[in-house]
Every structure is written in structure tokens, then in C-alpha cells.
């Protein structure tokens, strides 16, 4: 890792949230943290054969310090089923990537069409799931539904927005399970507080609701029956692993109602877009009463994302890069 690093007001959200949040990013100083980078990354020309760009352009803007003209660009944060690349974007892919991975068939067709080289390999992100058969001791036939906070500050607001909507879903099926799946950078006991609720070993729990919690995510979605996630990442990991997931946009800066609407265009019908904890809900309670649906909706999330693999794909892609085949 390299200096300087800082953690934004809004996490690196601010020009994706609106005016507001970007301002608050500048007023916390962004324009001179990105010059600060871009000055350490121009440090690094002629260290490596290779630099890889994983991100949107402004990723890309930033690597091309260390290397103009030569970086790897995976466009893992755009789709042109979401948020299409616009022409100055595609201009600066031009002259800044050598070659691109994008996350999908139909971007790596788009990047074709202009002339730009790029490859469809596989999507990243299904490669950053370690399984480990854990069944998290949870009766075999039972219906679960995952809850997914996110990793970042707004986590325990997001997940008092998770336990409302769990709640109303308990008083109509008592008999379902509930997981967490938390991030290392959430710590339990303060996630707990905030919302008001008590950790009992492996359990939080609100009056009648009990929830287990777990670090480990890629169990957790295989287990579930229905996700219901105010996350970025995780809430498209689990839909690639065919699990619709109901999803309610938090009052923090990056799960915001215009993150949802992008992830839902992303997705397409693996994700049930929502409101409020009522409407989240309503929308749990119907998946769970219809097999069809769940598995249609799954059925959407696997051909979104696609299947694990892309990551050896590109190590080969760059070792070629690397010794010149």
C-alpha cells in the first residue's frame, strides 16, 4: 500500500451521491489527496511491467501515472447495462489502457465496437468467494434469508433498516432463520449498539429476533433463501451465485436510491428494488412463497455476473503482457 491515504467524509462516494457530498469530499480535502497520489504513483514509472487499473476511468486516470499509455483497465464499478461508458470516457480508455477486461460480454462488445481492445475473460468479483461448507448449524429444509449491511460506515444505520424489515417479516414466518454476513471492517458489538440490539455469541438479537452473524460471506449466500442487502459487492456476488436479492437503499452516502436504480439496471430482475422496510418486507415474504420466481430471479443473477474464472484468465493475460507473448 502506498502514501497517502485518507478515508473521505463520504468514502470515495461524494461525486457519485450528489452536490452535497461532493462538496463535503473537497472541503475534506480530495483535490490535493488525488495530486498527492497521482505525484507517489508518477514515482513508480519504470518499476513495473505491468500496472492494472480495477475500477471506473478515474482508476484508470490514476494508474496511467505509473504507466501512461500501458495499463491493464478492468471496468469491474461500470456496465453498459447500468452506467455506459460516455465518449470521453471511452477516449481516455483509448489512450491510457493497452487492453481492457470488462465485466460483461455486452461492454467488452460495446469496447469492441469503437475499436478498443478488449476481451471478455469473466467477472472478477465471482472469483472473490472462498467457500468453506460451513452450514452454520441451521436445520437442512429451513428458509433463510441473508442480510447484507455493507462494509462501510453506514453500516449499522443500513442494518437498523435490515432488522426493521426483518422484524415484520418474522411476525407474518416465525419459523425463518436469519444470517449476517458482516465485513471484517464491521465490528459487532458497536453494529449492535447502534441499532439497539444485544450480541449473544455468535447471535444478535431484538426482542424476538435472533440473527446469527458470520464473517463468512460465500457460505452465508449459499446457504440463503433470499438476500436482503443494502450492500454493493456483496449484494452482485450473491446474485451471481442465483439468489434474489431484495434490497432497500440506507441513508448513507453510497447505498443511496440512485445506487439502487444502477444496481438494479445492473442486475436486472435478480434484484427487487425497494423503498422502505415495509415495502423490503413484502418483497421477502412473496420470494419466499414462490419457488418460481426465486429461481427465475437467480436464474437473471448468474448470467449478469457470470461464472468464476475471470481471475486466472487475466493473470495469464497479463503474465503474457509480462514476458512479451
Not at 483497465?73 to 483509448?94: C, I, M, Q, W
Request: charged fraction near 25%.
Amino acid at each position: 500500500m502506498l502514501d497517502p491515504r485518507r478515508t473521505l467524509p463520504t468514502a470515495g462516494f461524494g461525486f457519485r451521491t450528489g452536490p452535497r457530498a461532493a462538496w463535503q469530499d473537497l472541503r475534506a480535502g480530495w483535490l490535493s489527496l488525488t495530486m498527492a497520489q497521482r505525484r507517489t504513483l508518477r514515482a513508480q514509472r519504470g518499476r513495473y511491467r505491468v500496472v492494472v487499473a480495477i475500477g471506473d476511468v478515474f482508476c484508470l486516470w490514476m494508474a496511467s501515472a505509473a504507466d501512461p499509455g500501458r495499463v491493464v483497465y478492468v471496468p469491474t464499478a461500470k456496465s453498459e447495462y447500468n452506467d455506459p461508458h460516455r465518449g470521453f470516457e471511452l477516449a481516455l480508455v483509448r489512450r491510457l489502457a493497452r487492453v481492457s477486461f470488462p465485466r460483461d460480454e455486452r461492454t467488452a462488445q460495446r469496447f469492441r465496437e469503437v475499436g478498443l481492445a478488449a476481451d471478455y475473460v469473466g467477472n472478477l468479483m465471482m472469483d472473490c468467494l472462498a467457500f468453506r461448507g460451513e452450514d452454520f448449524g441451521l436445520p437442512q429444509d429451513a428458509p433463510v434469508v441473508l442480510l447484507l449491511p455493507g462494509s462501510r460506515a453506514d453500516a449499522a444505520a443500513n442494518f437498523t433498516r435490515l432488522l426493521a424489515a426483518a422484524e415484520r417479516v418474522v411476525q407474518a414466518r416465525p419459523e425463518v432463520y436469519w444470517l449476517a454476513a458482516l465485513s471484517p471492517t464491521v465490528e459487532v458489538g458497536r453494529l449492535a449498539q447502534a441499532c439497539h440490539a444485544a450480541v449473544e455469541g455468535d447471535w444478535i438479537t431484538r426482542g424476538g429476533l435472533r440473527v446469527r452473524w458470520t464473517g463468512n460471506f460465500a457460505d452465508a449466500a449459499v446457504r440463503a433463501t433470499v438476500v436482503l442487502g443494502t450492500s454493493g459487492t456483496a449484494n452482485e456476488q450473491a446474485a451471481g451465485l442465483g439468489k434474489p436479492v431484495v434490497a432497500i437503499p440506507g441513508p448513507g452516502p453510497q447505498f443511496t436510491r440512485k445506487f439502487l436504480a444502477l444496481q438494479a439496471r445492473l442486475l436486472g430482475e435478480a434484484v427487487v428494488p425497494t423503498r422502505d422496510p415495509t415495502e423490503a418486507a413484502q418483497a421477502v415474504l412473496r420470494l419466499l412463497d414462490d419457488v418460481g420466481e426465486r429461481t427465475r430471479r437467480g436464474e437473471v443473477g448468474r448470467a449478469r455476473m457470470g461464472p468464476p474464472g475471470a481471475a486466472e484468465r487475466m493473470a495469464d493475460r497479463v503474465l503474457a503482457i509480462c514476458t512479451g507473448r
